[in-house]
C-alpha cells in the first residue's frame, strides 16, 4: 500500500482540507504503511529517517484522535535534541492550523526554565520535547501525563545512544498504561543485538504493528561519484577540489570522528571557505547559531558527525561529500540521501583511498551496484567560493515582543534593502537573525541600527563562523 491519496484515510475534513492547501496528496511510503493502523489505535514501531514524512504520519494521528475541548496534554513527543523537537512542533502546528485553538508546546533543555512554567500553567494540547527536561518538568510536578492519550519517541535509537534511558523510563512511568504509543528509530530491534531497543519495548508497547520501509535513491535526482585519493595526505587537497569543481551554495561534509569535523572545517575556513563544524562536543548557543549561518545560506559547508547531523531537516541540499567512507555502510545511503529530495538534483562525492577499495566493495554488495573510482576533476576557478547571504543578529527577542514582520518591515521601508534582499528571519527568546545578501550586509546593519523596532533601538551586529 503506497503512494495512496490522504483522502484514503478517516481522517477529519478540517485536516483533509489543510493538507491540501498544504500540497500533501500523496503518502510517503512510511505514512501509507504506518497510517492507518495508528489511526486504528495501535501501537507502530516504525523505521523512518529524516525526510520520510514521519512527523507529519504521527503528527495526523495525534491531531486526528484530539479533543480541543480538553485542554490537558493528550499528546507527548520525545526527541533527542532541540532542534529536532522545534522542527516538530513547527510540523504539528502546520498540520492543526485549520483546527480551532490547538496548543503545542516546546519543553526543551537548553532554555530558560522559568518561561516554561509560566506557558505550561497555561495549558496545551500536545507536549514536543527532550527527555531530559521533561523528566524535570514531571518531577517538579509543572507537567502532569494523566490524561495522555499518545506518546510518541521520535528518534528513539539515537535517544538510547545519548543516555536518555532512565529518563525515558521515568516519563513513561508517569504515563496511563492504556495510552498509545508509537515510536519512531533509524534502526529496528531486530538489528540490535542486545538490549537496546528490544528491551525498551518490551512492557511499553502492546502488540506494536511493525513498519520497515526500505530506504531508496533516486538515480534520476543524485548523481553519485567515488573518487580516487592516492593516500590519506592528499584527502583534503581532493576535497578542496571537488567544493571549487562543483561549487554548492549548500553542501554537508561527512567526516567520522568529532575531531576530524573540527580539524576539516577550520582547514576549509583557513583556505578561505565559508565552513562551520557540527559535533557533539559543541554548547547549545554555538550549535544554535552554527545552524542558522547554514540554513540561512551565509554559510557554503557544514561539516558534521552523523550523530550530529542525525534529525536535522536540511532543505535544499546541493551536494554531499564523504570525506571517508562511512564505517557503518548503511550509514552511507543515509548520508546520499540528504540530497537530490522532493525532486531536486543533487550530487554526493565520496573520496576513497586504496587502503579503502575492500569497503567500497562491501558497499557495492549492500547497493546490488558496481561502483567504479573515477580521477578527480579539474578545477577551472581557483578562488573559493563565498555564500550569497550574511546573517545580522539583534539583541533582541520575543520577550520584546519582536516578530519577523517587524524586522523585514524595518528593512525594506523607505531607504532600505528591496524584500528579495532579504532571507530567513529567525526570532528566539532573547534575539534574532535575518538573513540579507552579502552585498547588501552593511546597508542592512546601518538601516536597523538607525530605525527603531517597536518603539526602541536594538543593538545589532554582523554574525561570522
Known amino acids: ?49 529524516t525526510g520520510s514524512g514521519k512527523t507529519a504520519a504521527f503528527g495526523l494521528a495525534l491531531l486526528a484522535e484530539l479533543r480541543v475541548e480538553v485542554f490537558s496534554v493528550q499528546g507527548l513527543v ?64 509543572s507537567l502532569t501525563l494523566g490524561s495522555l492519550s499518545t506518546l510518541v519517541l521520535d528518534e528513539a535509537d539515537r535517544m538510547l545512544d545519548m543516555g536518555f534511558q532512565a529518563s525515558l523510563d521515568a516519563i513513561i512511568a508517569e ?30 508497547m502492546i502488540d506494536p504493528v511493525s513498519v520497515k520501509v526500505a530506504e531508496v535513491h533516486d538515480a534520476t535526482t543524485i548523481d553519485q561519484h567515488f573518487y580516487e585519493v592516492p593516500s590519506e595526505d592528499a584527502r583534503f587537497d581532493a576535497l578542496k577540489q571537488l567544493l571549487l569543481v562543483n561549487r554548492p551554495t549548500t553542501s554537508v561534509v561527512f567526516c567520522n570522528t568529532k575531531r576530524e569535523t573540527q580539524a576539516v572545517a577550520d582547514s576549509l575556513v583557513d583556505a578561505g571557505f565559508s565552513a562551520v563544524a557540527l559535533h557533539g562536543d559543541l554548547e547549545q548557543k554555538d550549535r544554535d547559531r552554527i545552524l542558522i549561518l547554514f540554513a540561512n545560506q551565509s554559510a557554503s559547508i557544514l561539516v558534521a558527525t552523523d550523530v550530529a547531523a542525525r534529525g536535522l531537516d536540511i532543505a535544499q541540499l546541493d551536494a554531499v561529500f564523504n570525506y571517508q567512507i562511512a564505517r557503518e555502510l548503511e550509514v552511507h545511503v543515509h548520508r546520499v540521501g540528504r540530497t537530490g529530495r522532493a525532486g531536486a ?40 567560493f563565498e555564500p550569497p547571504m550574511a546573517t545580522l543578529q539583534l539583541a533582541g527577542g520575543k520577550k520584546d515582543k519582536l516578530r519577523p514582520g517587524d524586522i523585514l518591515g524595518a528593512l525594506t521601508s523607505e531607504g532600505g534593502l528591496r524584500g528579495d534582499q532579504v532571507g530567513k528571519i529567525k526570532v528566539l527568546a532573547r534575539s534574532a537573525y535575518v538573513a540579507v545578501e552579502r552585498s547588501a550586509v552593511q546597508k542592512a546593519q546601518a538601516k536597523l541600527e538607525r530605525d527603531k523596532l517597536k518603539g526602541r533601538a536594538f543593538r545589532v551586529r554582523r554574525i561570522r563562523y
Open 175 to 204: 504515563t496511563p498504561a492504556d495510552r498509545q504509543t508509537l515510536l519512531f528509530s533509524a534502526t529496528f530491534p531486530d538489528e540490535q543485538e542486545s538490549g537496546g531497543l528490544a528491551a525498551m519495548t518490551r512492557g511499553v
Open 78 to 141: 520525545l526527541c533527542p535534541t532541540r532542534e529536532l523537537a522545534d522542527q516538530v512542533a513547527e510540523e504539528l502546528r502546520r498540520l492543526a492550523r485549520a483546527m480551532a485553538n490547538v496548543k503545542v508546546l516546546t519543553l526543551c533543555g537548553g532554555a530558560p526554565f522559568g518561561p516554561q512554567l509560566g506557558s505550561l500553567e497555561h495549558g496545551a494540547h500536545i507536549v514536543v520535547g527532550t527527555p531530559g527536561r521533561i523528566e524535570e518538568h514531571l518531577r517538579k510536578g
Open 1 to 49: 500500500m503506497s503512494d495512496v491519496s490522504f483522502s484514503s484515510l478517516a481522517l477529519p475534513a478540517t485536516l483533509l482540507t489543510n493538507l491540501e492547501s498544504l500540497g500533501y496528496h500523496q503518502m510517503t511510503p512510511v505514512q501509507a504503511q504506518s497510517l492507518p493502523p495508528m489511526l486504528a489505535g495501535r501501537d507502530v514501531l516504525a523505521q523512518a529517517k
Open 345 to 384: 538534483s543533487g550530487i554526493a562525492c565520496t573520496l576513497v583511498t586504496p587502503q579503502e577499495t575492500y569497503r567500497l566493495g562491501r558497499l557495492a554488495e549492500l547497493l546490488s551496484e558496481q561502483l567504479t573510482t573515477e580521477a578527480l576533476p579539474k578545477a577551472t576557478q581557483t578562488a573559493p
